[in-house]
């Protein structure tokens, strides 16, 4: 009752151009409804039936991390949000008291700390690409302006600064398209 109205929200907001500037900002929220869900029904039915509900908590938060590409700094905070809230529902509940809870504890951390590094990564590739890309585009604009100048120098004599021979047969070739056209 609580994930899918958020994610439905999520969602319809995506369709907006509103949404694109602060689409981590939704993401975020959409992706702590998300992970708050599993949480919430660990601390809602009886301990022994709780630990079946990490599975999906684990599964939301790599998730958040490889899937959404939600920004390191907000995907970590969700990731943190997550699991401060898991830790909050495992003491003011009885399920500390079950054997399987440290390990359980100890691979959802992991799971956590694996997504921040995937997350991690996958950032400084995706702003890496962008920096080429754009360094790409930069060289591009640079060669075609001196394909252009050199386009113009060898059809120009450099003593006398006349059309040449090649100068002189584009200029009759353009023309005689252009007079029969």
Same mark, same amino acid.
């Given at each position: 009752?609580?994930?899918?109205?958020?994610?439905?929200?999520?969602? +319809?907001?995506?369709?907006?151009? !509103?949404?694109?500037?602060?689409?981590?900002?939704?993401?975020?929220?959409?992706?702590?409804?998300?992970?708050?869900?599993?949480?919430?029904?660990?601390?809602?039915?009886?301990?022994?039936?709780?630990?079946?509900?990490?599975?999906?908590?684990?599964?939301?938060?790599?998730? +958040?991390?490889?899937?959404?590409?939600?920004?390191?700094?907000?995907?970590?905070?969700?990731?943190?949000?997550?699991?401060?809230?898991?830790?909050?529902?495992?003491? !003011?509940?009885?399920?500390?008291? %079950?054997?399987?809870?440290?390990?359980?504890?100890?691979?959802?951390?992991?799971?956590?700390?694996?997504?921040?590094?995937?997350?991690?990564?996958?950032?400084?590739?995706?702003?890496?690409?962008?920096?080429?890309?754009?360094? %790409?585009?930069?060289?591009?604009?640079?060669?075609?302006?001196?394909?252009?100048?050199?386009?113009?120098?060898?059809?120009?004599?450099?003593?006398?600064?006349?059309?040449?021979?090649?100068?002189?047969?584009?200029?009759?070739?353009?023309?005689?398209?252009?007079?029969?056209?």
């Amino acid at each position: 009752s609580l994930v899918i109205p958020v994610l439905v929200a999520v969602l +319809i907001l995506s369709y907006y151009d !509103h949404f694109k500037k602060y689409n981590q900002i939704y993401l975020s929220v959409g992706s702590i409804a998300a992970g708050l869900g599993p949480v919430i029904t660990m601390a809602l039915v009886e301990p022994s039936v709780g630990v079946y509900y990490l599975a999906p908590a684990i599964i939301i938060v790599l998730a +958040i991390f490889c899937l959404v590409k939600l920004r390191f700094f907000y995907a970590a905070g969700c990731a943190l949000l997550i699991f401060s809230s898991y830790m909050f529902m495992i003491i !003011h509940t009885d399920q500390a008291l %079950l054997p399987g809870t440290i390990n359980n504890t100890a691979m959802f951390a992991v799971a956590i700390l694996v997504g921040l590094v995937s997350n991690y990564f996958f950032e400084v590739r995706l702003r890496r690409e962008y920096l080429l890309s754009r360094e %790409l585009e930069s060289r591009t604009v640079e060669i075609e302006a001196e394909n252009r100048k050199l386009q113009k120098l060898s059809t120009i004599d450099s003593l006398t600064g006349v059309a040449n021979r090649r100068g002189y047969d584009d200029f009759v070739n353009r023309e005689w398209k252009r007079a029969a056209r």
